[in-house]
């Protein structure tokens, strides 16, 4: 009882949670809730703006497929065009030499032809500088008997050469018609061969059908009859070749004995009419005469220019790499020789047009190719003005891309330039780096 009254007694007891500090704490509770999905949105929007965009990839180099060449190409020497159908006499190098700047390479058939018109060039002028002194001299009965010397001798040397020719011409002839028979009864025997043959070959092929024999046996006769018209086929092609190269020579020793006559009887010519003159000195005798002087010393001039062709000699420093004519064959459309400064080579590298306009001179490049051990270094020396068709194809088709490209020419330092000196035109792989 006593403890209800003191209850009563006391003050009543206040509300601990009143009703403007649960607002409070609401509020705090829903603006937290509200920042907190503002930042998560926020970071979930920058991390999709970050996976959108690609990463940028530095491109560092430049690759390309190309050959190795020496500097300035490889050259193919070949005789002047002046001496279309001429035989190669000499040849003075071999696959490997190393030759210089004007260095004598070949020597070729027309040689001798040339000099003795070159040594005749060199009579006219002796001739047209006696006949221009002795018209300045003046007339004399010893002149006059002397012109009448030089005629004859003249004469006599006309018809001395003439006739040496003409036996030329005959033995050749005769040579020409002795091999040709030689060859024909060549062919004859190995036409009877043939027939021998291939009747053997028929008999053993019946007896084949007939199961008589091996095929082994067939096939030995086969391969007779074959060996049979193949040497017929050579003996052949031999007859044209000898029928072929008299005529050549046939022609040359007409066309040496025509030359011979006219040049003969131009100097006759003039000898009669310088004895028809040479009673008088007139300015326009001695003028005419001044003029043969220097129509001789321009026709040695000729034939000196004519002779130096005879002699095929090196344009640039450099080494042998191929020889295309053997001493005795006809000069071939591929010339006489190949020559390379291999003493410094260069990559030819075909960049892709899209690529080109990364590539500028001086910029490193690698060399990589199986043939050659470890790499080879170079620099950019050169980029072509002119876009083409590329040539040199990888061996994955899928990688070629663009057809397009620009070569760019790479200088190799020394060391790689002599790793590099036996493998011109060898394909490498080019890595420029940018």
């Known amino acids: 009882m006593l403890e209800h009254s003191h209850l009563e007694g006391s003050s009543p007891l206040k509300p601990i949670f009143r009703p403007p500090f649960l607002i409070v704490i609401l509020a705090t509770v829903i603006s937290g809730g509200i920042g907190l999905y503002t930042i998560k949105k926020i970071q979930s929007q920058a991390a999709a703006t970050k996976e959108q965009v690609a990463p940028v990839v530095q491109v560092k180099t430049v690759t390309a497929l190309g050959r190795l060449e020496p500097k300035g190409e490889i050259v193919k020497l070949s005789a002047p065009s002046s001496a279309e159908g001429s035989r190669v006499e000499q040849l003075l190098v071999r696959e490997g030499t190393q030759v210089k700047e004007g260095q004598l390479v070949a020597i070729l058939d027309s040689r001798d032809r040339l000099t003795a018109a070159l040594a005749e060039a ?126 050549q020579q046939l022609t040359e020793a007409k066309a040496n004995l025509r030359r011979i006559q006219a040049s003969k009887d131009q100097q006759l010519k003039e000898g009669r009419a310088t004895l028809d003159k040479i009673a008088e000195v007139r300015s326009v005798d001695v003028a005419a005469a001044q003029a043969e002087v220097n129509r001789a010393i321009a026709s040695v001039k000729k034939a000196e220019a004519n002779l130096r062709q005879a002699f095929v000699r090196s ?30 080579m260069y990559a030819v590298a075909e960049v892709y047009q899209s690529d080109i306009n990364k590539v500028r001179l001086g910029q490193r490049v690698r060399l990589m190719s199986d043939s050659i051990s470890g790499e080879l270094f170079g620099t950019v020396d050169r980029l072509d003005s002119q876009v083409q068709r590329q040539n040199i194809l990888n061996s994955d088709p899928t990688s070629n891309i663009d057809s397009r490209i620009v070569e760019v020419h790479v200088r190799l330092n020394v060391p790689s330039s002599q790793k590099a000196a036996k493998f011109s035109n060898l394909q490498v792989k080019a890595v420029i780096e940018l």
């Open 122 to 247: 060199q009579e006219e002028v002796r001739v047209a500088q006696a006949n221009l002194g002795k018209i300045k001299a003046g007339a004399k009965k010893g002149e006059i008997d002397a012109q009448k010397a030089a005629i004859a001798r003249l004469q006599a040397e006309q018809d001395t050469e003439i006739q040496a020719q003409q036996a030329t011409i005959a033995r050749l002839e005769v040579e020409k018609n002795t091999e040709a028979e030689a060859q024909q009864a060549t062919i004859a025997r190995l036409e009877a061969q043939v027939n021998n043959a291939e009747a053997e070959y028929q008999r053993y092929d019946k007896l084949y059908q007939q199961g008589a024999i091996a095929i082994s046996s067939l096939d030995s006769k086969r391969l007779t009859l074959a060996t049979a018209q193949q040497q017929q086929a050579e003996a052949k092609a031999n007859l044209r070749r000898i029928q072929a190269s008299k005529d």
């Open 315 to 344: 344009p640039q420093k450099g080494e042998i790499f191929k020889i295309h004519t053997r001493p005795g064959e006809l000069v071939s459309d591929n010339g006489i020789v190949e020559i390379g400064q291999n003493s410094q």
